[in-house]
């Protein structure tokens, strides 16, 4: 009787209780359809990051030629590069970075609760991570799609070579889905090993135990270099999916996505205006109304972004543009020598196209 | 009986009751909190909380299943599927790991000098390294340097040892099904080998000597009158080292077999639903683990009747 007596007490006083707090949350759980979004509220990244002086950048670290950390403890790669030049505008210190290693499964977390302030991993950018996921994505920076690696040995020259065979694949990423897609359309049985950890997915192929690796065509590149005998293994030309790899932010700050937007497009510019590293200081006296606009000597274009009107040029000589990003971390002085291809200006034939500054 | 009404806050009962009261009332005003919280931070983002994705298509495909599946079918299916990859190796390692564990036991305390030694480096070298470790040595170090499977290596005529796993004559067990199950068998085992051993030595030496007196030999010793009595003691650790390697399968995804854990992380990476999938994970160990606690309370309470 007295312990009917209590639940009979606490029961209405729960419900009130949670009724009240629930009405908060209400409002968002109305809409039945997944990933439809309310309307998310602005947040102020972009002005923590300015009074904290340092940008957290989520990087993988174990990318080379993307985000790669050397045996001296420093990273380098696209990825990071794109990093120092959100710190060199904002800060005109591209070392005004913090760089945290993130793997294919936390980075999105990582992102969402305001861990990391961008996430600059090699991402793709898909419709379900733009809505369902909550990000942001900046312009595209890499140009990639996934492709097949096999051993030269194996006599697999394509994907239909490959039924009933097992192929290495990482977790999480759209490699699986893609892969799972392509088989699919061409009828084709195979066998996904599937690993958490990049470095074990690659292993397990040295090993032997998969007839084939899907990853990024850049991934597969910058990987088959850390194989025991790299000679041995070819990568196939079926392009089995578009990867445009961009960076990411959180969803609802939109003075960052703009600041990011044009950051990116500045390297981009900078290249199609023939400035270089080397060369700004020159430029920075030249009569070219667009050159001085851009490097900042006339009007203000920065301010609108929360940025100072010599943004670009601070990102120019400090990182230097998108040719010198490119060819320091993947060009032919490097191991991984990846060609350019969709990777150019426009006017050479690429995807690499900038809107105007001004 | 004397009706002497005390003043109510000198009852002892009014206070029990509000004392429960004013927890309950705290414990959920930090829920109602924390909810709030998350769902105020969700909505920040533009991000859903809501258990709709499990109708979305998976597309991804999944290594081994026991149940027809295909990208095709919905997210719920394929954490069904990892569930019943799941369950493979918790029931193959339950049944398994209780022998090794029980046998290596009772050679721990042989009176054979080899047969002591060995057991007793088997439980020191396995249960002083990382489970994680030993995933990976079984998977790599053993199955992986296997030969590929024209070449296999044939045991008795139906067991076939190669890189695709071993080989039966009617089914095949994948390497990662293998690595996984005979590697978290031997690391429990090592435990269940001394909580046996803790266990066999908590009966009392008299026993031993009745029963010897009674002219029974070692073996029958052992069988009818020690372990009987040794098994009290050593179900309940016995349950705890059942719910590790139940929820110890979860390391599967690091050597690439498809179970419940691995799944619902590719789910929640692809679809970017962190809460709803921690949460169904949860649920699902916790009701694993409940079951297998149930079940070995209700077996432990037969060893016990039996006593008088």
Known sequence: ?358 | MTNDKLPIWRDNRFWRITLQLVAVFLAAVVVVILWGNLNRNLRQLGIQFGFDFLKQQASFDIGETLITYKPTDTYSNALWVGLINSLRVAIAGIFLTTIVGVSAGIARLSDNWLVRNISMVYVEVFRNTPLLLQLLFWYFAVFLSFPKTENKISFWGFIGVSQNGLEFPWFTLSPEFSALLLGLTFYTGAFIAEIVRGGIQSVAKGQWEAARSLGLKPGLVMRLVIFPQALRVIIPPLTSQYLNLTKNTSLAIAIGYPDIYFVASTTFNQTGKAVEVILLIMLTYLILSLTISVAMNLFNRTVQIKER
């Open chain 1, 1 to 358: 009787m007295r312990k009917s007596a209590l639940i009979l007490a606490i029961a209405p006083l729960v419900f009130a209780i949670a009724a009240c707090g629930g009405e908060s949350g209400q409002t968002a759980n109305t809409a039945s359809t997944p990933g439809s979004s309310a309307a998310p509220a602005t947040r102020n990244r972009w002005d923590t990051i300015k009074s904290r002086g340092q940008l957290i950048c989520g990087v993988s670290g174990e990318i080379p030629g993307f985000s790669f950390v050397g045996t001296d403890g420093k990273y380098s790669g696209i990825d990071v590069d794109i990093c120092r030049a959100i710190a060199a505008a904002l800060f005109d210190n591209p070392d005004a970075v913090e760089f945290r290693n993130l793997n294919s499964k936390e980075r999105f977390t990582a992102l969402q609760t305001g861990e990391v302030d961008i996430l600059s991993r090699n991402t793709t950018w898909t419709l379900s991570r733009d809505s369902s996921v909550g990000l942001e994505f900046a312009p595209v920076v890499f140009y990639d799609g996934q492709a097949l690696m096999v051993r030269k040995n194996s006599g697999i020259k394509s994907l239909a070579d490959l039924k009933d065979k097992a192929i290495c694949v990482q977790t999480g990423t759209t490699t699986e889905q893609n892969l799972a897609d392509q088989m699919r359309k061409r009828g084709i049985t195979y066998k996904p090993v599937v690993f958490e950890d990049v470095n074990v997915t690659f292993a397990t192929y040295a090993q032997g135990r998969c007839d084939g690796i899907t990853a990024d065509r850049s991934a597969l590149v910058s990987r088959r270099t850390t194989l025991p005998k790299p000679e041995d293994n070819e990568i196939l030309e079926e392009v089995i999916s578009s990867e445009p790899l961009a960076p990411a932010i959180a969803k609802g700050d939109a003075k960052f996505g703009d600041a990011l937007k044009w950051v990116v497009y500045s390297l981009v510019k900078a290249e199609e205006l023939g400035i270089t590293s080397q060369n700004v200081g020159q430029f920075a006296s030249s009569n070219d109304p667009d050159i001085k606009r851009f490097l900042g000597t006339e009007g203000n274009l920065g301010e609108g972004l929360g940025l100072t009107k010599d943004f670009a040029a601070r990102i120019i000589k400090h990182v230097g543009n998108y040719a010198e990003i490119y060819d320091r971390n993947l060009g032919p002085k490097t191991k991984l020598n990846l060609a350019r291809g969709q990777n150019q200006l426009w006017s050479k034939g690429g995807l690499l196209y900038s809107p105007p500054f001004r």
